[in-house]
DNA sequence: CTCCTGAGAGTACGGCTGTTCACTGACTAT
DNA sequence: ATAGTCAGTGAACAGCCGTACTCTCAGGAG
C-alpha cells in the first residue's frame, strides 16, 4: 500500500481485540449480565478507563461480540445449502460442518447459547435479529427447492425456523459433549444427524 | 392437627419463600451469576445476614428456584401425555397446556430458559437433569404407543428429546410473545402447532 | 417455670465496582 | 517543522458486595 492504515488504528483495533477476547473467556465462567469492566481490563492489562474509548460498557462489548460470532456465519450458511447431494449425504455434511465450526469456535457458541435468552436485553435482540436472517436466507433457499415450492410461505418459514433452531441447540449439543470426550461427540452427532431425518420425512409428507 | 405444624417453623418457610419471589422478579432484568445476596434481602426487607438462614449463596437459591419451577411440571406432562384424542387434537391441547402454564408462571419460565444455558454451574445441570427426567417419562410413554413399539430404544429418546426441547423452545416463543400482544401469541402457537405436526408426520414415516 | 435453640438484627471489615477528571505522549495531518 | 488528535494512564470518588462477628428475644422442650 503506498499509505498504511495507519498505526495508531492498527493499535487501536489490536487492543480492542484484546478485550474482546479476554471477555470470552471470562464469559466461560458467568454470564455478561455479571461482566465487570474493570474484569476485563486487568485480564488484557490495561487501565480501566481505557474501555471507554472502545466501548460505551459491557452490553456494548456484548453486541460487538454477537456481530463477530454470527456475522461470519452467513458464508458457512450459504455454503450449506447450496451444498448437493442426496437427503442422507446433505444431512451428514450439514451435522459435520456445525461440529467442526463448534470445535473452531467454542467460545464463541457458548457466548451465543448462553446469552440468547440472557440478562442483557440488547444482546438478547442482536443474537435474536441475526438468527432471524438466518431463518431468512434458510426460507429463501427453501423456495428454490422443488418439494417445497407449492408451500405457503408462512410454512416456509416454520421450516426455516427449525432448522436454524435445531442448528443452535446441535452445536450447543456439540459444545458440552466436548468436555466429555469423542464418544459424546459422535452420539450427538448421531442424535443430530437422526432429528434431521425425522424432519426431512415429516417435510416429505406435508402436503399429503 | 392436635399439634400445629410450629409458629417458628411456619415463619421460616414464609420468609424463605419470600426470599425466592424476590429474586424471581430481580432475575427478570438479570441472570442469576450477577445476583447479589443483599439485593435479594433488601427486596423482602430482612437483614443481609438472614439469607445465610435458608441458602448456602445465590446459587443454592437458583437450584431451588429450579426445583419449584420443574419440580411441579411432572404431573402436568403426565396429564398431557395420558390425554386421549386425534393427533391434530393432540397436538392443539398440548399446545394450548403450554400456553397457559407460560402465562400463569412467566417468571418461571423465564428464569428455566435463561438459566438453562446460564454461566451457574450447578443450576445449569439441575435444569438438564429434571429435563432429562421428562424426557424419560416421554420415551417411557413412547414406548406404550402402537406406532413407536418396534422402533428402537435409542430413536425413541430421540424423538423424546425432539418433544421435550420444544416444549422449552415453544414455552420461551410464548413468553416473548405474551409482551407484544395476543396476536404475537396466537402466531407463536400456529408455528408450535405446525411444527408438532410435522414431527407427527415424520414420526409417522420413521420406519419407511 | 426455666432453659435452650435458632431466626433475624446490627455493626464492621476489606475488597471490588463504574465513572469522573486531568494528564501524557506517540502518531498524523497540514 | 508544528500543531492537534486521541489511545491509554493514574488518582480519586461514592457505593455496592460477601462475610464474620456479637447480640436479641420469641418459640418450643423438659
Known amino acids: 500500500m503506498s499509505h498504511t492504515v495507519g498505526v495508531r488504528e492498527a493499535q487501536k483495533q489490536k487492543t480492542r481485540k484484546a478485550l ?5 473467556v471470562l464469559l466461560e465462567g458467568q454470564s455478561l449480565s455479571s461482566l465487570g469492566l474493570r474484569e476485563v481490563t486487568r485480564a488484557v492489562g490495561v487501565a480501566p478507563t ?3 474509548r472502545h466501548f460505551r460498557d459491557t452490553a456494548d462489548l456484548g453486541v460487538a461480540l454477537v456481530d463477530e460470532a454470527l456475522g461470519s456465519l452467513h458464508a458457512v450458511i450459504r455454503a450449506t445449502l447450496t451444498a448437493t447431494g442426496d437427503s442422507a449425504g446433505r444431512i451428514d455434511s450439514t451435522v459435520g460442518l456445525i461440529a467442526r465450526h463448534v470445535h473452531a469456535h467454542p467460545a464463541h457458541i457458548r457466548f451465543i447459547t448462553r446469552e440468547r435468552h440472557g440478562g442483557v436485553e ?3 435482540t442482536a443474537i ?3 438468527l432471524r436472517l438466518f431463518a431468512d436466507e434458510v426460507a429463501a433457499w427453501l423456495a428454490t427447492q422443488p418439494d417445497c415450492a407449492a408451500w405457503s410461505e408462512d410454512d416456509r418459514r416454520m421450516l426455516a425456523h427449525v432448522y436454524v433452531d435445531h442448528m443452535v441447540m446441535t452445536a450447543s449439543a456439540f459444545l458440552e459433549a466436548e468436555s466429555y470426550g469423542a464418544e459424546r461427540v459422535e452420539a ?3 442424535l443430530a ?7 426431512s420425512l415429516g417435510r416429505r ?3 399429503d
Chains 1, 2 share one sequence.
Open 20 to 24: 474482546m477476547e479476554a471477555a470470552l
Open 193 to 199: 444427524r437422526r432429528q434431521l431425518r425425522l424432519v
Open 128 to 130: 435474536g435479529e441475526q
Open 50 to 52: 481505557a474501555f471507554y
Open 122 to 124: 440488547r444482546v438478547r
Open 205 to 207: 409428507h406435508w402436503l
Open 188 to 190: 450427538a452427532a448421531s
